[in-house]
């Protein structure tokens, strides 16, 4: 059985949100109840859950969870909502740059406005509504899947950046689910991890992902890339996206970027795999995306040591904007989206 069939990356049970913790993989297969909104925000800082559509369940999830705990002591309606409200607020500063965070969440306080009956009637709808953004995200991932696997070449190497697979998402993945759907179709297609420094979302996690479905993959350090590319051992690059502006730039894993131009000068195709709920239609640009800054024991320590002298200056930005034109296509559950993106990100939504 694959990983896949076997768990979810994140999931309500027994009234609790219960996930992977991802900073332990693959070391250690650990699962963890998190029973607070509080204990949501630092499960998302802290990274246990990561990965944009994972981090949007995770949000839903917070909301729920605010609203049980606020419910033990508010019996008014009105003052019920304005708590869950500066709460909501609280959580969605956990993490800036994946911005399905801030839609699940701004969907749950949309559904808690729009419920009618009482405070106890809201918690429902918000917990049920929870269950069906998890039970959405695979469905949405397998259409992905379908409508990427169309563009992977017969017998491609795959180049993929961090990990947007099943443990980004809820279950299946995005850029994952295209080369899972790929690898169904085609057992001859194989895939190169970039290890993705500095937290090591390739090697630590795209690895073992791919590993338990028996999909070839092959490690390879960021700096690797463009020497593989050169030498036409990479057919093709599919990554995943924390936040699309409207105009298709896309702000994805550190390093991304580097391997998209790397991309450009070999002619190979560079494929973004993202459902539309990343896609940002209030912001014009990349320029307007917030980068986040991380913790500068990241790129200072592995595995506990320092691996560099102690007094040198750090700077760690989690995330790079690819500027569209180096963009082959955007792949969504909508199906693939074309150059010019600003055209065709607008019809996708129009469809809605
Ligand atoms: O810092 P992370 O591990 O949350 O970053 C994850 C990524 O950059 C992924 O590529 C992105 O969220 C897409 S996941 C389907």
């Known amino acids: 059985m694959s990983f896949n069939s076997k768990i979810k990356t994140i999931e309500w049970a027994e009234n609790k949100s219960r996930m992977i913790d991802q900073r332990i993989l693959p070391k250690e297969f650990k699962l963890v109840d998190i029973n607070t909104l509080d204990g949501m925000y630092t499960a998302i800082k802290d990274m246990i859950v990561r990965g944009a559509p994972a981090i949007g369940i995770a949000g839903a999830h917070g909301i729920a969870l605010g609203a049980i705990e606020i419910s033990k002591t508010e019996t008014n309606k009105e003052n019920f909502l304005k708590k869950l409200e500066q709460k909501a607020q609280y959580l969605k500063s956990s993490r800036p740059t994946a911005v399905n965070l801030m839609w699940a969440v701004d969907k749950q306080i949309k559904l808690a406005n729009e419920t009618q009956g009482n405070i106890e009637d809201i918690v ?15 469905e949405i991932n397998k259409k992905m899947g379908d409508y990427g696997a169309e563009v992977v070449p017969k017998g491609a190497a ?34 190169y991890a970039d290890e993705t420094r500095p937290r090591q979302q390739g090697a630590r996690l795209t690895t073992w992902e791919l590993t338990q479905d028996g999909i070839p993959v092959t490690l390879i350090t960021d700096g690797m890339c463009s020497y593989f590319m050169s030498k036409g051992m990479i057919n093709m690059v599919v990554v995943g996206a924390d936040r699309i502006a409207a105009n298709g730039d896309t702000a994805n894993k550190i390093g991304t970027y580097t391997v998209a131009i790397s991309a450009k000068y ?12 990343t896609i940002d239609i209030s912001i014009k640009s990349g320029k307007e ?11 200072t320590h592995i595995n506990g040591d320092w691996i560099c002298t102690k007094d040198v200056n750090i700077i760690n930005p989690g995330f790079d904007v690819t500027p569209n034109e180096l963009i082959t296509g955007i792949i969504t559950e909508k199906g693939i989206l074309k150059p010019p993106f600003t055209d065709s990100i607008k019809n996708a939504f129009k469809k809605d």
């Open 289 to 299: 995306i917030p980068i986040e800054e991380r913790n500068h024991e990241e790129v």
């Open 124 to 138: 429902n709808a918000l917990i049920q509504n929870g269950i069906k953004l998890e039970n959405e995200d695979i």
């Open 266 to 277: 070999h002619n190979v195709p560079f494929y973004i795999a993202a459902p539309l709920s």
């Open 158 to 191: 795959i180049l993929t950046h961090c990990n947007a697979g099943a443990l980004a998402t809820v279950g299946y993945g995005t850029a994952l689910g295209v080369i899972r759907s790929a690898f169904a179709k085609d057992p001859t297609i194989k895939v």
